[in-house]
């Protein structure tokens, strides 16, 4: 059975909060040195930018979305060029934003699978779950952020369950 199911309110806004919440509890990893509250604040400023556009494209769709990802896509290359000797912490701090909103956010999606189903009156067990997901592999904050707006507002998320009868 192939499954389309739309990530909730409550499920998107996980994702949104899980983002936000980069850096805020636990030290990013894979920087040279820590960051501290300035970039922080400056990293989060620029999130606030793509949070802007995600709120778009789950809200109205990719199009809507555009310009929003314009001017996000803008302000979180403008801060890494800003950055000076400390540019590759600050583009893997954003990224790690992105990477933990996407986390959720499939999380949220494979929750609609449901465990049983009745067809016919017989009740069916989900047995396996496939989850067929694109994904970019490129390092580059335009495309990354371009991808989760489109996974967002696309729903770029394929789940194929089974189920068999107990």
Do not use: C
């Not at 930018?49 to 555009?66: I, N, P």
């Amino acid at each position: 059975m192939i499954t389309s199911g739309i990530v909730t309110r409550q499920g998107f806004e996980a994702a949104l909060a899980a983002s936000a919440a980069v850096g805020s509890s636990e030290p990013l990893v894979g920087l040279a040195a820590p960051l501290d509250a300035g970039w922080l604040g400056r990293i989060s400023e620029a999130w606030d930018a793509v949070e802007t556009a995600l709120r778009d494209a789950y809200e109205w769709g990719r199009e809507a979305a555009g310009e929003a990802v314009a001017t996000a896509v803008a302000r979180a290359e403008d801060l890494v060029r800003s950055a000076g000797h400390r540019a590759r912490d600050v583009h893997q701090a954003l990224l790690a934003h992105a990477q933990s909103y996407l986390a959720v956010l499939v999380r949220e999606a494979l929750e609609q699978v449901q465990a049983m189903i009745t067809v016919g009156g017989a009740q069916l067990k989900l047995t396996s779950v496939d989850v067929a997901q694109r994904i970019s592999l490129s390092g580059s904050l335009k495309a990354a952020l371009t991808e989760i707006v489109a996974i967002t507002a696309n729903g770029e998320i394929t789940v194929s369950a089974s189920y068999h009868a107990p």
